[in-house]
């Protein structure tokens, strides 16, 4: 097994040709960073306003200075914009710079009373028909609310830049993007030429649920030199069976943790799995889900790190 918290650069190297060259995200990003880290702007700063993804125009009379974010991936792009802004947390945001704050409970559920009492100035939560209730209650308080769908990398960047209107933090944003394409092209760029690796994305193993075409998971394996073998879905998220994954017969399988400290992966010894192929050659890599499964700032280096599995270290 391979693992991304103690890779083996030994055991990389049987599985695919010469290393890549992958620099490490923060050699690209530091210097663009760096530049757009003035001040948010004076205490007079004009109101503000955007259309989220419900369609609906999010306007403020001020920059949002009290801010909570029920939707994890969206609570890191907060994070990188203006980390201070942020009131509260929910138990999946795990970041250390964030454990000072409270934590309001679940992403479907927070404590919205509790909430009430920190005088939030902006709401982000769910724009998704089936998860709207949240966004409701919220209005019902009178907090102003900022819808969101985050499924590709495009809508990590145009999450980026409209959060940064409503923070007034446009060059943060702007600087946030350019080093994210940056850093995904860097990493597209060390593995151009290399044969396309086939790969299994595992997001849960009972019933076993993949990624399909268009995600910003299926993206982050195309930038990294892979192949989603299940690129040909209908659906963004689709639940397979395991005979369908025996069919095509990955060469290489890629397992998120959803939890830190999660076991690993016993079931890879059941029936089926242990006879595909990657799990018979040890090719499989076992990845944090906070990491791989949220469409944030982060994800040019769960690219850089699926291309040093599947292609090799630097």
Request: hydrophobic share 45%.
């Given at each position: 097994m391979y693992t991304a918290d103690h890779s083996r650069a030994g055991k990389a190297r049987r599985f695919g040709p010469s290393p890549v060259p992958v620099l490490p995200?923060?050699?690209?990003?530091?210097?663009?960073?760096?530049a757009a880290c003035a001040p948010a702007?004076?205490?007079?700063?004009?109101?503000?306003?955007?259309?989220?993804?419900?369609?609906?125009?999010v306007a403020l009379a001020a920059p949002a200075r009290r801010v909570?974010?029920?939707?994890?991936?969206?609570?890191?792009?907060v994070t990188a914009l203006d980390a201070g802004v942020l009131v509260a947390r929910t138990r999946f945001d795990r970041a250390p710079e964030?454990?000072?704050?409270?934590?309001?409970?679940?992403?479907?559920?927070?404590?919205?009373?509790?909430?009430a009492g920190l005088d939030p100035d902006l709401v982000i939560t769910w724009a998704d028909a089936s998860q709207r209730a949240v966004g409701?209650?919220?209005?019902?308080?009178?907090?102003?609310?900022?819808?969101?769908?985050?499924?590709?990398?495009?809508?990590v960047r145009g999450h980026l830049r409209r959060?940064?209107?409503?923070?007034?933090?446009?060059?943060?944003?702007?600087?946030?993007?350019?080093?994210?394409?940056?850093a995904l092209d860097g990493v597209a760029a060390a593995v151009q030429g290399r044969e396309r690796v086939d790969v299994y994305y595992s997001v849960w193993?009972?019933?076993?649920?993949?990624?399909?075409?268009?995600?910003?998971?299926?993206?982050?394996?195309?930038?990294?030199?892979?192949?989603?073998?299940?690129?040909?879905?209908?659906?963004?998220?689709?639940?397979?069976?395991?005979?369908?994954?025996?069919?095509?017969?990955?060469?290489?399988?890629?397992?998120?943790?959803?939890?830190?400290?999660?076991?690993?992966?016993?079931w890879l010894e059941g029936p089926g799995w242990r006879e595909l192929r990657a799990v018979r050659n040890g090719r499989y890599l076992l990845v944090d889900g906070d990491l791989f499964n949220r469409p944030g700032p982060q994800v040019a280096e769960a690219a850089r790190r699926m291309a040093h599995f599947l292609h090799g270290p630097r």
């Open positions: 995200i923060a050699a690209l990003l530091a210097p663009i960073l760096f702007g004076s205490p007079e700063a004009p109101a503000v306003s955007v259309v989220d993804d419900s369609g609906r125009t909570f974010s029920v939707i994890p991936s969206l609570t890191e792009s964030l454990a000072h704050l409270p934590s309001l409970g679940g992403t479907i559920q927070p404590n919205l009373e509790a909430l409701e209650r919220v209005d019902a308080l009178g907090i102003p609310v900022y819808r969101a769908e985050v499924q590709t990398i495009a809508d959060l940064g209107t409503l923070l007034a933090r446009p060059g943060r944003a702007a600087a946030l993007v350019d080093s994210l394409d940056l193993h009972d019933p076993p649920q993949t990624t399909g075409p268009g995600t910003f998971i299926d993206q982050v394996i195309e930038h990294a030199g892979g192949r989603n073998i299940f690129s040909d879905a209908t659906r963004s998220w689709p639940r397979v069976s395991i005979e369908a994954i025996m069919r095509r017969d990955p060469d290489a399988l890629v397992i998120a943790r959803h939890a830190p400290g999660a076991p690993g992966a016993p």
